[in-house]
């Protein structure tokens, strides 16, 4: 099966995308959406739209995994400008029949570190380990590859799915 990560946000949006056998696993593609940050936010949202749509079209993906609903209880508008960016992934995905997998940061760095409270750098340094990339993959790419280690291992575990 091809499972895509995605860590949505307004500047960077983080994919990952792997072929997953249901023993190994190996990453496809993996990088960043950058819209210029000079556009209007309903551009850049229809850039993450429109460059989604088209990696889910390319590689056949089967499966989407993403973290839960990111709130700043300081700044709540980066929650909801991250939940905007996250609703265009989520409506790319659902366009092309694909079920979306949701899981906690926290989860999601137990999966790919081994420790719920692991740096953004041990998340980076452990994805290029696990999937034998040549340089340290960028944050939000790194993250993005990370959910799909979570998405296996849940499906490995025949742990409870949140779907979406």
Do not use: W
Not at 6 to 14: K, L, Q, S, Y
Not at 63 to 92: D, H
Request: aromatic share 10%; net charge positive; charged share 15%.
């Amino acid at each position: 099966m091809i499972i895509i990560g995605i860590d949505p946000g307004t500047r960077v949006t983080g994919y990952g995308i792997i072929y997953f056998d249901g023993v190994l696993f190996h990453a496809i593609d993996y990088g960043c959406i950058r819209p210029p940050p000079t556009l209007k936010l309903s551009d850049r949202y229809l850039i993450i739209y429109d460059s989604l749509t088209e990696l889910l079209a390319k590689y056949q993906v089967q499966i989407a995994a993403m973290e839960t609903q990111f709130a700043s209880p300081i700044n709540p508008q980066i929650g909801i400008k991250v939940g905007m960016a996250r609703g265009s992934a989520i409506i790319a995905a659902r366009k092309q029949d694909i079920p979306i997998y949701e899981y906690s940061p926290t989860q999601v760095k137990l999966a790919s570190v081994g420790y719920g409270h692991a740096s953004k750098y041990q998340v980076q340094a452990m994805i290029q380990n696990q999937f034998k990339l040549g340089k340290l993959p960028p944050s939000d790419a790194a993250d993005a590859l990370a959910l799909t280690l979570c998405y296996i291992y849940s499906y490995k575990n025949k742990q409870a799915f949140v779907e979406l």
